[in-house]
T-cell receptor
Framework: KAGVTQTPRYLIKTRGQQVTLSCSPI?????VSWYQQTPGQGLQFLFE???????NKGNFPGRFSGRQFSNSRSEMNVSTLELGDSALYLC?????????????FGEGSRLTVL | AQSVTQLGSHVSVSEGALVLLRCNYS??????LFWYVQYPNQGLQLLLK??????LVKGINGFEAEFKKSETSFHLTKPSAHMSDAAEYFC?????????????FGRGTSLIVHP
């Protein structure tokens, strides 16, 4: 069974640009959540999608957005990039039903903003 | 509201020594608790989870954790550290009510293993 796939793995952007990150969940998983990981703030929850609907949202500005497609693949977009957006962005999938369900993480997309 | 506190951002042990990583949680309802491990340049991987079936939970790679309600703790242990255990470890709590399926993660503890 293939794991969670995130693309691209590494990318470099400049301030003011925008970026789109992609996540393909494990087959059959309907929930996809996104996290920002930085040395200073740790793992911070961005948002969660379940069956194409945003079910939960973290405390991030509107520059951060996401969506989920009918095949459960998800994308997140960051517009007007700032230096502070440099981070490892992690995607996780789960079956989404039971609260006991574990999260399966991808390897992340490392974004550097210059 | 739920929260997780991991005591010690870095823990250093010698190879073969006991590993103890501390996690205390706060939750208004009986929680589900998780330990994840992250190796360099990788995502997080589940080590073990507590879902109220048993207070002592065994996970992968020889790790185990004990749920202690009176102490609101879920410390991670391993009897004998290996060099390959060097990684970042995250404790997470997920409430069982309120409709939230999102866990809250601790800040992480970096385990350093000396030869």
């Amino acid at each position: 069974k293939a794991g969670v796939t995130q693309t691209p793995r590494y990318l470099i952007k400049t301030r003011g640009q925008q970026v789109t990150l992609s996540c393909s969940p494990i087959s059959g998983h309907r929930s996809v959540s996104w996290y920002q990981q930085t040395p200073g703030q740790g793992l911070q929850f961005l948002f969660e999608y379940f069956s194409e609907t945003q079910r939960n949202k973290g405390n991030f500005p509107g520059r951060f957005s996401g969506r989920q497609f009918s095949n459960s693949r998800s994308e997140m977009n960051v517009s007007t990039l700032e230096l502070g957006d440099s981070a490892l962005y992690l995607c996780a999938s789960s079956s989404g039903g039971a609260s006991t369900g574990e999260l399966f993480f991808g390897e992340g997309s490392r974004l550097t903003v210059l | 509201a739920q929260s997780v506190t991991q005591l010690g951002s870095h823990v250093s042990v010698s190879e073969g020594a006991l590993v103890l990583l501390r996690c205390n949680y706060s939750s208004s309802v009986p929680p589900y608790l998780f330990w994840y491990v992250q190796y360099p340049n990788q995502g997080l991987q589940l080590l073990l989870k507590y879902t109220s079936a048993a207070t002592l939970v065994k996970g992968i790679n020889g790790f185990e954790a004990e749920f202690k309600k009176s102490e609101t703790s879920f410390h991670l242990t391993k009897p004998s550290a290996h060099m390959s255990d060097a990684a970042e470890y995250f404790c997470a709590v997920k409430g069982t009510s309120g409709g939230s399926y999102i866990p809250t993660f601790g800040r992480g503890t970096s385990l350093i293993v000396h030869p």
